[in-house]
């Protein structure tokens, strides 16, 4: 099959790599076209890769490594008690084409793991931002606010204690701090997971965003959420 496709393939090709393409049928001709130090012991050569990448002697890759689940297989459920201590809890939500789903995580203090876990079906946008109000002393005043939404193109402050007219112009700086950068992703077979080490009081909010242009529009996230109180 291979000699009838290069029987086409040869007039197609200009001269140059047509002569650089050559077809052989033992090993020892190799010797004919290349330099005893190009061609792998394997093949009767001198070239000898000790990366630790290749079989001894040298052949194309290494040797098939035989896969066993406690060493080469990702376990949610043993990964998720390990880091918080107990048994993972599954959410779920749709995401629309565009639209913002927020999980805010309330009275983190500095010390806490945040730590989650994620499958979805398309393409999807991911974040965590970090709200944390301080007075003008840079006191934390233990006043918290949700993190800005998006709906229907503008933004809002869901269940805000105070206006965000009121604000200081210090106190609007600290909304929607980037605490884990946004990431574009897909995370079906294998759920996608993260913690991050809290570095001050506040409101840490997850964020995903629907990235998919299906027709049918929607998304579903399977998500879990955990915060652990330092010790």
Not at 30 to 40: G, K, M, R, T, W
Not at 64 to 86: M, N, Y
Not at 189 to 212: A, T
Request: aromatic share 8%.
């Amino acid at each position: 099959m291979v000699s009838i496709l290069w029987q086409i393939a040869k007039h197609i090709l200009d001269a140059r790599t047509h002569s650089r393409i050559v077809f052989l049928n033992t090993a020892d001709e190799l010797f004919q076209h290349l330099q005893p130090e190009a061609i792998p012991e394997a093949y009767g050569g001198k070239r000898r890769d000790d990366s630790g990448f290749c079989t001894l002697p040298e052949t194309c890759v290494c040797e098939p490594t035989r896969l066993s689940p406690e060493e080469h297989f990702f376990r949610p459920d043993e990964w998720w008690r390990k880091e918080t201590g107990s048994a993972i809890q599954w959410r779920q939500a749709v995401l629309k084409t565009g639209q913002w789903h927020e999980v805010p995580m309330e009275g983190c203090l500095p010390g806490d793991k945040l730590v989650w876990m994620f499958t979805v079906g398309a393409e999807i946008e991911f974040e965590v931002l970090v709200q944390a109000i301080k007075s003008q002393n840079g006191v934390s005043n233990g006043t918290h606010h949700s993190i800005l939404q998006e709906q229907n193109g503008q933004d809002r402050v869901s269940g805000a204690k105070n206006d965000l007219s009121q604000l200081q112009t210090k106190e609007r700086e600290a909304l929607g701090k980037v605490a884990w950068p946004k990431i574009t992703l897909t995370s079906l077979k294998c759920p996608e997971h993260g913690r991050l080490e809290c570095k001050e009081e506040g409101v840490y909010c997850l964020r995903f965003r629907s990235e998919s242009s299906s027709w049918l529009g929607a998304n579903k996230l399977k998500y879990a959420v955990q915060i652990v109180r330092q010790e």
